[in-house]
């Protein structure tokens, strides 16, 4: 508050910011005060905080446009967009190596833009479904979701992979593969007139 010798001081503990002005300096008006004081906080603010929607590249580039489960889901469902889905850990050697791969592919930049980007990290992978674990819960799984009917899908694998793990990739080429059947499938007159399942 402002004391009888026209010190100030205030503090935001939830953003680190304090500010405090001793009595030798120049009385500064109340409002010109505050005018500074929610600048600063806004400015906190904004500085935390991530765009809208994104998650960020957790290892698979942040470059991309990664979304969580939910949103990207949502996403697709509104857009009728194919959604890319990786799901990974932090602490998988695996996950480790394809990432920078997936981050530095040009084809899977080019490509994500008809895509929505799901980025499944650690234990969010909580909120999918038993449909993103078709043949297993081994990690990294790159799995094809159909925003336009609302399902997952099942045919768009490593072809050159272990046939035990369908969607298991260690490297981008597999991935860029994929993406490109989806999105041939999703330019198919005969795909775009089906209709819709239930997740």
């Not at 935001?12 to 010109?32: H, Q």
């Not at 698979?60 to 990664?66: A, I, P």
């Not at 993103?132 to 399902?151: A, M, N, S, T």
């Amino acid at each position: 508050g402002l004391g009888s010798q026209g010190c100030f001081s205030c503090s935001f503990p939830l953003f680190g910011v304090a500010i405090v002005s001793a009595p030798t300096m120049p009385k500064v008006s109340g409002i010109a005060c505050v005018t500074v004081l929610i600048a600063a906080a806004l400015f906190c603010v904004a500085s935390a905080i991530t765009p809208s929607g994104s998650v960020g590249g957790r290892g698979f580039g942040d470059n991309l446009n990664w979304v969580s489960f939910t949103e990207g889901i949502a996403e697709a469902e509104a857009t009728k967009k194919p959604a890319m889905v990786v799901i990974h850990k932090s602490w998988c050697g695996a996950c480790k190596a394809l990432g920078p791969k997936v981050a530095q592919s040009s084809e899977i930049a080019e490509l994500a833009k008809d895509f929505v980007l799901i980025n499944v990290h650690d234990d969010e992978e909580a909120h999918t479904t038993e449909k993103f674990k078709p043949d297993g819960g081994y990690i990294p799984r790159v799995i094809f979701y159909d925003g336009l009917h609302g399902e997952v899908l099942l045919d768009h694998i490593n072809k050159k992979g272990n046939p035990s793990y369908k969607y298991f990739h260690t490297g981008a080429e597999s991935v860029v593969a994929s993406m490109k059947e989806v999105k041939e499938l999703f330019e198919s007159d005969a795909f775009l007139s089906k209709g819709k399942a239930e997740l």
